[in-house]
């Protein structure tokens, strides 16, 4: 059913109040035509009577109380969805802005999405290799996976997420692609991205969702959800192994908040909705396998932590939802190791199914744990010669050190190399040798005598 | 007359219809033409509020309300077990079956399967009276459990029909019964139950047998007793997930609850897929067969979320008045809290802490107060025993559900960053965590597992806090000033940390260690400890005694000594002796 109003009674930042709606439906999705002939796009997120709040997407500049006559469709909001998606560029409400036309849709999906049945998920165990040593072997990436990259303002986390997608071995397959959703970042971040893939000559297995920082900022809380959409449906319906980067969540936790607080609810922390949780649960949870398809939809936000702070709302809530993280640290940027992995913070929790015989190498799930084990250490040495002075340590703490010094710049300071997953072991290995063998207490005998003994 | 309650506002979840309503408070009620399913939260002569536990997109003003004349329930009876179920015990393979792999709306299943066939042996015989609680039937309902039938506690009686042994449906009358005012029951295999109002038991007992859990940090330092509470905090990556997983395999209860409330969709995938592989010690079957999950992932309604705790804890309930010893692993309580909070929010109460509703206390302690060690109306004894995960916001352990948990748990179990990225799990620190269950336990350990179990607990707890002391002067000004029996001490506790805290939950032996073998660990790691003491006051320096190799050796026993050949362990003792004697005869 589609009905005509003319007029608003309320207006009040991104809202816009309307009274006397016969039969609004909640979610729906509306068009305010203004009379200069411009349209602007709009959803119901709240009823009460024949009163219904709508959220307009581009903003409420240049509406008044006269101008507006606004149209409700009777649909939820739906964006196209066919095979042509691939290659093409749309605005972050799923319209093309690439000038190639409109999508002839196949089917209609509707944004928000279905949440997956946990028992029709499939577990992921695919390892996605990267090439990075540090997330290969110690925060290794399984298809089906959500693995955020924390980072903070000027650190290299966009070339990291590049690197991903160039050197990640699924995209010699046919049936890989990916999604990009840009949520406020800059036109030059969202320009890198273009590039890079065209370089990678991966640009026709694209989509890209665009909402750059001078872009609505209301649009950003549908753009993530456009890009899912299209996803699942490249993923679950054409069986395409999809690898889905947004960037940068904490804009589109800002425009979640900043809504929120237009809609004069609660604050949470920081002034964030109560409900950011479920709200980003939304987005996150909608990676994953099932057994229906043969694709995958896999993760990687990227969000910016303010103040490179791990405990503010966004990376905390973030933490608690993906399937760990992988942190980016300032004094490795700053030194000038790139990747700037922080590998204690950071982790991925699908690991442990997806490394080992069969999978990687019998040696990497022990390895990676006295990586882990050796490196802790490095930092509470650190911090003792930071009081005492280095020449005063012990000489086991300065073993440690020399760990810790060769570990920073051959593994984690690998540039852009390419490494195969045996070249990250064996790497491994060489730095353990570094250390006498007794001190290595999380790696059994047999192992040892076969790696460690070489 | 049945007057038509129509839709006024929706806002989210929640969903309002102005002016008076028939509807009663908690009332389960249908909601839309899709019939999504609703609870009453609120009423008053200006309008009636409902949380909706289903997606509310789509639905409109004006559109029905329909009531059912009944709380939120369980339905209870045989086809629990080995099942995965959402918040509103909806079981999740038959939604997949009716909406494929992505949860549709409006969708109506029945909580059991309606079609299959128990066979059912009836113990009791016309003419007998029977009162709430009492068994009249039993099934074999999986190969390791079996279900006892139990009247309905608000029902007794006299049975005055029976029918023959055989094979039932869940919902065919197996016996009738006839109440004081002569009204007859069918009774058939399954029962209802208000989800938010606990089972009566007849009387609650102290709790003084242990959960043991296989844990070595758990049962030895801080062990929960039956039918106890016990949290687990911990920021994201400490491993919470993975110890509660470690729990609802290993420990001994009967029958696990495991409710994944607002948490990963393939968390619950991998517990169904691991649970189902993975064969009891005990039973030699798969853990599954003890099993429920209830699966309300973070993306799944916020109101089902805040309902899936209670679902958990009345099948948990049920199956204690079986008389069996049960686990409830509720993963994690803070989303539930959320869920809470999301609700008051759009209710537009008055937030109190964090923007929490202010009954956020009550209701913890409400849940929590569920667990216990009963003796039920059958007069047979079981036990509820929860253990609750919590998620504080930015790994702050004075957050509001930390804190109130703190209240009503008398274990705590606080999980700690720095030891999960130095990978060490369980990431159980050993300074913050505490059990108050110490006490009642004491005399269970010193009967079943050894007179001395307990005064080598406290050694080893109190050589880690003198540790933890002297690491604070190692920080300042390195190990290398201690005179040697303070080496001492962190040598012999890094032995205790690595060789007896730290546990690895994916080697086959360590995963599951039993009281026993951590009472002889204990004792061998002491053993070193008191005769390292002895050479240490002969001036002979720690150099030495850590160039035997003794220390590294003790570290390794986890994995050593398998849990079939305990008697290996003595040996370690004679291997100590033997090695340190010469130092001593000097």
């Known amino acids: 059913m589609i009905t005509e109003h003319r007029g608003l009674r309320e207006l009040n930042g991104s809202l816009v109040i309307l009274e006397g709606v016969q039969h609004p439906l909640n979610e729906e999705l509306v068009h305010l035509k203004l009379d200069d002939g411009t349209e602007r796009t709009g959803r119901i997120v709240a009823i009460e009577g024949d009163k219904v709040a709508l959220q307009v997407f581009e903003g409420t500049r240049g509406l008044s109380m006269v101008n ?78 959500k693995l955020p990259i924390f980072s903070g303002s000027g650190m290299k986390h966009n070339e990291l997420a590049v690197q991903i997608v160039r050197q990640a071995s699924i995209a010699d397959s046919d049936d890989f692609a ?37 872009d609505p900022i209301i649009e950003r809380i549908i753009t993530p959800r456009c890009a899912l959409t299209a996803a699942e449906y490249l993923a679950f319906k054409l069986n395409k192994h999809i690898l889905v980067i947004l960037t940068d969540m904490t804009s589109y936790c800002e425009a979640l908040r900043e809504f929120s607080s237009s809609k004069g609810e609660i604050p949470g922390r920081k002034g964030f909705p109560g409900y950011l949780y479920s709200d980003l649960a939304t987005i996150y949870e909608r990676a994953g396998i099932i057994n229906t398809a043969k694709g995958s939809v896999t993760q990687i936000p990227i969000l910016t932590m303010p103040n490179d702070d791990i405990t503010h709302p966004i990376p905390d809530l973030t933490g608690y939802i993906t399937e760990g993280q992988i942190v980016l640290d300032r004094g490795l940027d700053t030194t000038g190791v790139y990747p700037p992995v922080n590998v204690l913070s950071s982790l991925s929790r699908l690991m442990k199914d997806g490394i080992g015989e069969g999978f990687t190498r019998k040696d ?26 280095e020449d005063e340590l012990s000489a086991s703490d300065k073993r440690i050190m020399a760990f810790g010094k060769a570990f920073d710049e051959e593994f984690l300071g690998q540039g852009n190399a390419n490494r195969s997953i045996e070249e990250t072991l064996d790497l491994g290995w060489k730095l353990l040798r570094m250390i006498p063998r007794n001190e290595l207490d999380r790696v059994d005998d047999a192992i040892l005598d076969e790696f460690y003994e070489q | 007359m049945q007057q038509e309650n129509k839709i006024y506002s929706i806002n989210g979840p929640v969903v309002t219809i102005q ?9 389960m009620v249908y909601v839309g033409a899709q019939k999504l399913v609703g609870e009453v939260i609120s009423l008053d002569t ?46 999740l393979p038959a939604l997949q079956e009716q909406s494929g792999a992505f949860i549709g709306k409006g969708l109506s299943v029945s909580s059991l399967d309606t079609e299959k066939l128990w066979d059912v042996s009836i113990c009791v015989k016309a003419g007998d009276s029977l009162t709430g609680g009492e068994v009249y039937a039993s099934t074999q309902e999986t190969p390791v459990v079996t279900h006892k039938i139990m009247l309905s506690p608000l029902l007794s009686g006299t049975i005055v029909e029976v029918k023959p042994d055989g094979a039932y449906h869940v ?23 208000p989800i938010r109002i606990p089972r009566p038991v007849k009387k609650r007992l102290p709790a003084s047998r242990p959960l043991i859990t296989g844990q070595r940090v758990i049962d030895t330092l801080f062990p929960v007793a039956k039918g106890g509470a016990a949290a687990i905090p911990g920021g994201f990556g400490t491993g919470k997930t993975m110890t509660q997983h470690q729990l609802a395999k290993w420990c001994d209860a009967d029958i696990i609850v495991y409710v994944g409330c607002g948490e990963r969709g393939n968390e619950m995938t991998q517990a169904l897929q691991e649970f189902s592989e993975l064969i009891d010690p005990r039973t030699g079957k798969s853990l599954m067969e003890r099993t429920v999950l209830i699966a309300n992932t973070s993306n799944m309604p916020v109101a089902a979320r805040e309902a ?13 008045d079986m008389g069996y010893h049960t686990a409830i692993m509720a993963d ?25 509703p202010a009954y956020l206390p009550s209701r913890l302690s409400e849940f929590y107060e569920r667990a216990g060690y009963m003796q039920v109306l059958s007069h047979a004894e079981g036990s509820v025993t929860i253990i609750g995960a919590v998620s504080p916001q930015g790994s702050d352990f004075s957050e509001p559900v930390t804190q109130n948990t703190k209240r009503f748990t008398r274990c705590f179990w606080a999980l700690d960053k720095a030891l999960a990225y130095a990978r060490h799990y369980p990431a159980i620190n050993w300074t913050n965590s505490y059990s108050e269950y110490l006490g009642e336990l004491e005399q269970w350990y010193h009967d079943e597992v050894g007179a001395d179990f307990m005064r080598c607990r406290e050694e080893l707890s109190s050589i880690l806090y003198e540790e933890s002391s002297l690491m604070e002067i190692v920080k300042l000004i390195g190990a290398d000033v201690l005179p040697d029996d303070q080496k001492l001490t962190i040598e012999i506790a890094r032995v205790i940390r690595v060789g007896f805290l730290q546990q690895n939950a994916f080697h086959p032996d360590d995963t599951y260690v039993p009281p026993e073998k951590q009472l002889k660990m204990m004792r061998v790691i002491l053993h070193l400890y008191h005769k390292c003491q002895q050479i240490v006051q002969l001036q002979v320096p720690i150099a030495r005694l850590l160039e035997t190799g003794l220390f590294d050796k003790l570290t390794k026993i986890k994995y050593d000594v398998p849990n079939s050949n305990l008697a290996l362990l003595d040996d370690y003792i004679t291997e100590i002796d033997n090695v340190l004697g010469s130092y001593l005869r000097k």
């Open chain 2, 332 to 356: 994690s309580t803070s989303r539930w809290a959320e869920a809470l909070r999301e609700i008051s929010g759009r209710l537009e109460e008055m937030p109190a802490d964090e923007g929490f």
């Open chain 2, 308 to 320: 899936s705790i209670y679902t958990g804890i009345t099948l948990a309930e049920y199956y204690r």
């Open chain 2, 19 to 27: 002016g008076k309503t028939d509807l009663s408070m908690l009332e």
């Open chain 2, 171 to 193: 919902n065919d009358t197996v016996a009738v019964l006839e109440d004081k005012t002569g009204k007859r029951h069918n009774l058939t295999l399954c029962q209802r139950w």
């Open chain 1, 178 to 214: 990916i999604v990009f959703a840009a949520m406020g970042v800059k036109n030059d971040v969202a320009d890198y991205f273009r590039q890079s893939f065209e370089a990678a000559g991966v640009m026709d297995r694209v989509v890209m969702f665009l909402n750059v920082s001078n």
């Open chain 1, 68 to 145: 507006t006559r606004t149209v409700l469709t009777g649909r939820p909001m739906e964006i196209p969805l066919s095979p042509e998606l691939l290659g093409r560029v749309f605005d972050g409400l799923g319209r093309p802005i690439d000038g190639l036309g409109d999508i002839y849709p196949e089917e209609m999906g509707n944004v928000n999405g279905q949440p997956m049945n946990p028992v029709s998920r499939v577990y992921p165990r695919d390892i996605i290799k990267t090439g990075i040593s540090s997330i290969d072997c110690l925060t290794t990436l399984i298809r089906g996976q």
């Open chain 2, 46 to 91: 200006q309008k009636t509020t409902i949380q909706v536990y289903e997606e509310t997109a789509g639905l409109a003003p004006d559109e029905p309300v329909e009531g059912t004349g009944s709380q939120l329930c369980a339905l209870l009876g045989p086809g629990i077990l080995t099942n995965i179920f959402d918040g509103i015990e909806r079981p």
């Open chain 1, 364 to 389: 990497h799930s022990a390895l990676a744990n006295q990586l882990f084990a050796l490196y802790a250490k490095v930092q509470d040495a650190k911090a003792l010669a930071s009081v005492i002075g």
